[in-house]
Nanobody, 132 residues
């Protein structure tokens, strides 16, 4: 599977963006999908994830009240809606997938979903810049 993340851009503090992660070569229904971000000088960090086994989406505490991850099977795309953006949200945002067969039976929370090593395939990032 190949992933393409897009939708980043320049936005003011308090604004919103919707990031998209489109998949090619396979159906996203065969994978859980995660979003990560990386700021200059920092490690890549987990933002959100969604799986298709009925579990609730996962969010890092920092974005939990401001983000919403969803999927559109017809478009083979997962979206990350980010609201009330802060300066510290500025980063390169990446989407990644892990094969459903690699997910513990207990769901994503049974695995190290917050670790980049948990995820099988990555797309190129899309840059989000939040300005004051």
């Amino acid at each position: 599977v190949q992933l393409q993340a897009y939708g980043g851009g320049l936005v003011q503090v308090g604004g919103s963006l919707r990031l998209s992660c489109a998949a090619f070569g396979d159906s996203l229904s065969n994978y859980a999908v995660g979003w990560f971000r990386q700021s200059p000088g920092k490690e890549r960090e987990f933002v959100a994830a969604i799986s298709w086994n009925g579990d609730s989406p996962l969010y890092t505490d920092d974005v939990k009240a401001r983000a919403f991850i969803s999927g559109d099977n017809a478009k083979n795309t997962v979206f990350l809606q980010m609201n009330r953006l802060k300066l510290e949200d500025t980063a390169l945002y990446y989407c990644a997938v892990v094969d459903n067969r690699g997910i513990p039976r207990s769901g994503l929370t049974g695995g190290n979903y917050w670790s980049t090593r948990f995820w099988d395939y990555w797309g190129h990032g899309t840059l989000v810049t939040v300005s004051s």
